[in-house]
């Protein structure tokens, strides 16, 4: 029962710049990481970048030095700061929760995606 808000997204030129944000809501046991995966037309969901509740964060190497994983103050907020935007870059970009369950259980929560979409 965990519902997601993603915003942010939108058309931009290459080298630009946009800043995506996410907040879920609903009860969630122990959270593990966030993180923002991106899926671009007839390819896989991907990394792009995650961040543990620690603190570490971790990239794919196709946006390291471009792009920056934040966590909000409050704890169900996660941001991803994309610099110098790429054609390559175009896809749906997806927040996620990795967290355990009441049960003890590994389990993912989606968000419903948000467009990101770089050309000239």
């Known amino acids: 029962q965990v519902q997601f808000v993603e915003s942010g997204g939108g058309l931009v030129q290459p080298g630009g710049s946009l800043r995506l944000s996410c907040a879920h809501s609903?009860?969630?046991?122990?959270?593990?990481?966030m993180g923002w995966y991106r899926q671009a037309p007839g390819k896989q969901r991907d990394l792009v970048a995650l961040?543990?509740?620690?603190?570490?964060?971790n990239y794919a190497d196709s946006v390291k030095g471009r792009f920056t994983i934040s966590r909000g103050n409050a704890k169900n907020t996660v941001y991803l700061q994309m610099n110098s935007l790429k054609p390559e870059d175009t896809a749906v970009y997806y927040c996620?929760?990795?967290?355990?369950?009441?049960?003890?259980?590994?389990?993912?929560?989606w968000g419903q995606g948000t467009q990101v979409t770089v050309s000239s």
């Open positions: 996620n929760v990795e967290a355990e369950d009441y049960s003890g259980d590994n389990v993912d929560y």
């Open positions: 961040i543990t509740r620690n603190g570490n964060t």
């Open positions: 609903g009860s969630i046991f122990s959270i593990y990481a």
